[in-house]
């Protein structure tokens, strides 16, 4: 079966530099979800999209970007990179469902993109 | 949002079961409890997920107290591969209508699965 691909798998970049991640969700899931873990701590929630907008908005600083597209795939941008950005980003995607239902919805996790900040 | 207590850690032989618990003493009535695992170096992994009945998949079995105050994490034979951070969450529905809400990890178990 299809799985949330994630890309690139590792990044290296200088600090003050940009990168982009880009995640492909599972084939007609709506919702597409971004985290951020960094060394030895747990999956802290950034942004997620519904039906390509916005629809939930965690801890993402504000150097960060984020757009879900028509063919649903999402793209996370991060400017400004500092070192403190170096961790493993996931994303995630699901079905959004009915709104009565959507707590029974499961997430898929992609393998992640490991970014290094030198 | 309603928060889960999970214990740091837990130890298990290979081949024999293992009970991982999780307190949510403030869920609300429309609340699914979800259980989520990461082993070291992947993305995290849905195990299982129940809203008030015990539940069964080939992964897991999910026991729910009746008060749904707590729940408990059944894996019938841990094996080397079970060794992970066993996540569980508490997760609304979305009656706004924006799709799904997002999951909020906590702390976790780490299992470790000696042989």
């Known amino acids: 079966a299809a799985g949330v691909i994630q890309s690139p798998r590792h990044l290296i970049k200088e600090k003050r530099e940009t990168a982009t991640l880009k995640c492909y969700p599972i084939?007609?899931?709506?919702?597409v979800y971004w985290y951020q873990q960094g060394p030895g701590q747990d999956p802290q929630f950034l942004i997620s999209?519904?039906?390509?907008?916005?629809?939930d908005k965690g801890s993402i600083p504000d150097r960060f970007s984020a757009q879900q597209f028509s063919d649903y795939h999402s793209e996370l941008n991060m400017s400004s990179l500092e070192l403190g950005d170096s961790a493993l980003y996931f994303c995630?995607?699901?079905?959004?469902?009915?709104?009565?239902?959507?707590?029974?919805?499961?997430?898929?996790f992609g393998a992640g993109s490991r970014l290094t900040v030198l | 949002d309603a928060k889960t207590t999970q214990p740091n850690s837990m130890e298990s032989n290979e081949e024999e079961p293992v009970h991982l618990p999780c307190n949510h003493s403030t869920i609300s009535g429309t609340d699914y409890i979800h259980w989520y695992r990461q082993l070291p170096s992947q993305g995290p992994e849905y195990v299982i997920h129940?809203?008030?009945s015990n539940v069964n998949n080939r992964m897991a079995s999910l026991a729910i107290a009746e008060d749904r105050k707590s729940s408990t994490l059944i894996l019938h034979r841990a094996t080397l591969r079970d060794a992970a951070v066993y996540y569980c969450?508490?997760?609304?529905?979305?009656?706004?209508?924006?799709?799904?809400?997002?999951?909020?990890f906590g702390k976790g178990t780490k299992l470790s699965v000696i042989p």
């Open positions: 999209f519904y039906e390509k907008m916005q629809s």
């Open positions: 084939p007609r899931h709506d919702t």
């Open positions: 995630a995607s699901s079905f959004g469902g009915t709104p009565a239902l959507s707590g029974a919805n499961v997430l898929t």
């Open positions: 969450i508490l997760r609304p529905n979305a009656y706004s209508g924006a799709g799904s809400y997002q999951l909020t």
């Open positions: 129940g809203l008030t």
